[in-house]
């Protein structure tokens, strides 16, 4: 199995970025799916997550309102619009499926001006 995150960059507060997480080598629609994020210095924590089917959506409270979280079930990729990005939003991105499964290696966000 695999999952390889991608659109991770450098951009200014109050800017926006998409992410993508994009799966492979197992049943991905069977799988409810997270977005989790790493600050320097700091444990990893989760950020948003998605039922199987996309039906259902949960935030931390520290995105929710500005982060929205998706899926494509044919093209087997689950993305993280990401809103309003503040400089404590910087950190290493990673998907997993729920239960910690499988997991990504990650893509760096940094909300820097």
């Not at 951009?11 to 600050?39: E, I, T």
């Not at 997550?49 to 259902?56: D, L």
């Not at 499964?101 to 760096?108: L, V, Y």
Request: proline letters at 3%.
């Amino acid at each position: 199995a695999h999952l390889v995150e991608s659109g991770g960059g450098v951009v200014q507060p109050g800017g926006s970025l998409r992410l993508s997480c994009a799966a492979s080598g197992f049943a991905f629609r069977s799988y409810g799916m997270s977005w989790n994020r790493q600050a320097p210095g700091k444990e990893r924590e989760w950020v948003a997550r998605i039922t199987n089917t996309g039906g259902s959506t949960n935030y931390a409270d520290s995105v929710k309102g500005r982060f929205t979280i998706s899926r494509d079930n044919v093209e087997n990729t689950v993305y993280l619009q990401m809103n309003s990005l503040k400089p404590e939003d910087t950190g290493v991105y990673s998907c997993s499926s729920w239960g910690g499964n499988f997991w990504g290696q990650g893509t760096q966000v940094t909300v820097s001006s």
